[in-house]
T-cell receptor, first 115, second 112 residues
Framework: ETGVTQSPTHLIKTRGQQVTLRCSSQ?????VSWYQQALGQGPQFIFQ???????GRGNFPPRFSGLQFPNYSSELNVNALELDDSALYLC??????????????FGPGTRLTVL | DAKTTQPPSMDCAEGRAANLPCNHSTISGNEYVYWYRQIHSQGPQYIIH???NNETNEMASLIITEDRKSSTLILPHATLRDTAVYYC?????????????FGTGTRLKVLA
């Protein structure tokens, strides 16, 4: 059983560019969440996908968008990058059903630097 | 805003028990308490979760007070590899969304 994997591990972009981050969920997991973690802070919830549909969103602007694919892998897209988007981006997967309290398993993250 | 409060930092001697407190005084009756830890900017690692009964697994024990307003994570024999930021999370129910609301956690340093 493989865990959650993310790519790339590091990325450097310039302000105004667009970026796509990728995540492969743990085998059998159908729910994926994305988090942004600024330096010295706890992770902040961006959004969640369940069976290819967004089913929850945090306080992030629409230029943060995502996709979940039939194999439950996922992408996070960020348009018009700003300096404050520099952070560690974490993907977490879980086996999700309504009312389930199954824990989320996190990937190692992608470190994005915006210059 | 996070629904939990934790001390910002703690030290523990290697081999001793590390007791990490968490206050969650506004917890609702159907919300679980989760604990994760994060080692040096890796992804958070799941430790344990519970509702109202004490829980134990191979990593740690979780003690939840009877009124559920606070809990304590116990690492029975701390090692240097347990040095990490520990997050206590109360999972809010929002139409089945699984979001965790992280606070700033407790930075545990295990001393040799």
């Amino acid at each position: 059983e493989t865990g959650v994997t993310q790519s790339p591990t590091h990325l450097i972009k310039t302000r105004g560019q667009q970026v796509t981050l990728r995540c492969s969920s743990q085998s059998g997991h159908n729910t994926v969440s994305w988090y942004q973690q600024a330096l010295g802070q706890g992770p902040q919830f961006i959004f969640q996908y369940y069976r290819e549909e967004e089913n929850g969103r945090g306080n992030f602007p629409p230029r943060f968008s995502g996709l979940q694919f039939p194999n439950y892998s996922s992408e996070l897209n960020v348009n018009a990058l700003e300096l404050d988007d520099s952070a560690l981006y974490l993907c977490a997967s879980s086996l999700g059903t309504s009312g389930s309290y199954n824990e989320q398993f996190f990937g190692p993250g992608t470190r994005l630097t915006v210059l | 805003d996070a629904k939990t409060t934790q001390p910002p930092s703690m030290d523990c001697a290697e081999g001793r028990a590390a007791n990490l407190p968490c206050n969650h005084s506004t917890i609702s009756g159907n919300e679980y308490v989760y604990w994760y830890r994060q080692i040096h900017s890796q992804g958070p690692q799941y430790i344990i979760h519970g509702l109202k009964n004490n829980e134990t697994n191979e990593m740690a024990s979780l003690i939840i007070t009877e009124d559920r307003k606070s809990s304590t994570l116990i690492l029975p024999h701390a090692t240097l590899r347990d040095t990490a930021v520990y997050y206590c999370i109360v999972r809010p129910l929002t139409s089945g969304t699984y979001k965790y609301i992280f606070g700033t956690g407790t930075r545990l340093k295990v001393l040799a």
